[in-house]
């Protein structure tokens, strides 16, 4: 079992940037990939940036590239995502996951195991 626990969320303007964190907890030496989600209201989840938490690699949706930028502390077991440039459309609960299984796809729902509770991000215009 891995727990995670979400954030950093908040309310920012437009243009602002927030900095979200997800402490994982219980087996977290055993995950492979860590990723962030998000769910808007009325829209199913998306993936938004993931990132291998063994090896070098990270992925993002076309949404954050270039405004968002996904880390890793091992030492700390904490995941992070600096989000910058934002926009109203990023309204949404952002979501942590972690997989603990090698080789499948990276911005897939299905492929993380264990989901933390989720931290609100609302952007004003």
Known sequence: QVQLEESGGG???AGGSLRLSCAASGRASSMYNMGWFRQA???EREF????????????YADAGKGRFTISRDN???????QMNSLKPDDTAV????????????WDRLRSYDFWGQGTQVTVSS
Request: proline share 3%; charged share 10%; with cysteine.
């Open 11 to 13: 309310l920012v303007q």
């Open 41 to 43: 209201p009325g829209k």
């Open 48 to 59: 938004v940036a993931a990132i291998s938490w063994r090896y070098t690699g990270t992925k």
């Open 75 to 81: 030492a700390k077991n904490t995941l992070y995502l």
């Open 94 to 105: 952002y979501y942590c996951a972690a997989a603990m299984v090698y080789g499948l796809a």
